[in-house]
């Protein structure tokens, strides 16, 4: 996966800089870090780099690109850990990127209706005209909504599309926002960084209880998540068990301030 996997890594160091410690993602003699590692952890006191290996300071973690520990292949899909638990990550803005958030105002509501992995991708997609319903539904009842516009997908109509130089200016945005909705992934591992609510459409692949957050609501069809790395019929009908008014009664609980239980990062 992409940026939600070192979203994730940013949890498991949370703190080690306070313990005189830094987090060290590899094998215990290597660091590991992936093409998405240095965006997601730029800034960070908690992780150290490649070529600290040897650095006095350092502290093994075995979550790494290759190993992330909530999930296994096996054959055709993959198999959950359901002992593995997230903890809310951070992103360490730079000015810029602080100044390029304040931009764009806060208080609107992220929807992003695209899930364009390829093999499992359509697993983690909830239909186009069903977020369209909730973005027009939202809109009318005053609320501005946001998209973020990377030159493909859908487009939702009642949307304002907003283009960013990088995911980090995106996280920044959200952090402003008062509500994202869309799929499991890194925009909900976001969320869950920055501190803002979601609602998060999980349907039937991988279950809420091994990535999803507890100050986020978590939308998944009843049964036992497949896993299965091809489009699957079985979790295009777990998403479309998910409705509209499901998606609506969770975003209008966080947006009147009925569902409250938000941890600031
Ligand atoms: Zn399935």
Redesign the pocket.
């Known amino acids: 996966m992409g940026f939600g996997d070192e979203l994730l890594g940013t949890g498991f160091a949370r703190g080690a800089k306070a313990r005189g410690k830094r987090i060290a993602f590899g094998d215990g003699k290597r660091i590991i870090w992936n093409h998405l590692s240095e965006q997601i952890f730029k800034g960070n006191p908690n992780i150290a780099p490649p070529g600290s290996e040897n650095d006095r300071d350092i502290e093994w973690h075995p979550f790494c690109r290759g190993n992330r520990i909530y999930n296994r292949q096996v054959g055709d899909r993959w198999e959950w850990n359901y002992s593995f638990r997230p903890i809310l990550g951070e992103v360490f803005f730079t000015p810029d990127e602080i100044e390029f958030g304040k931009r764009h105002g806060s208080g609107f509501v992220v929807i992003e209706p695209n899930m364009q992995v390829k093999g499992f991708g359509p ?1 983690k997609q909830w239909t186009v005209d069903r977020y369209d319903a909730v973005a027009n539904k939202l809109a009318s009842e005053g609320h501005r909504i946001r998209q973020f516009y990377y030159g493909a997908g859908h487009r939702l109509a009642a949307a304002e599309q907003i283009k960013t130089p990088s995911f980090r200016h995106a996280a920044r945005i959200l952090k402003n926002a008062a509500l994202y909705i869309g799929p499991e992934g890194g925009l909900h591992h976001a969320s869950a960084a920055v501190g803002i609510p979601a609602v998060v459409l999980f ?3 991988i279950p809420p209880g091994v990535t999803g957050y507890g100050t986020h609501t978590n939308l998944a069809a009843p049964g036992t ?4 790395l091809s489009a ?5 009908a ?1 998403m479309a068990s998910i409705s509209v008014g499901d998606v609506m009664d969770a975003a209008r609980a966080f947006l009147s301030g009925a569902k409250s239980d938000i941890v600031a990062a």
């Open positions: 697993n349907g039937g692949f998540p497949c896993g299965s699957c019929e079985h979790c295009k777990a």
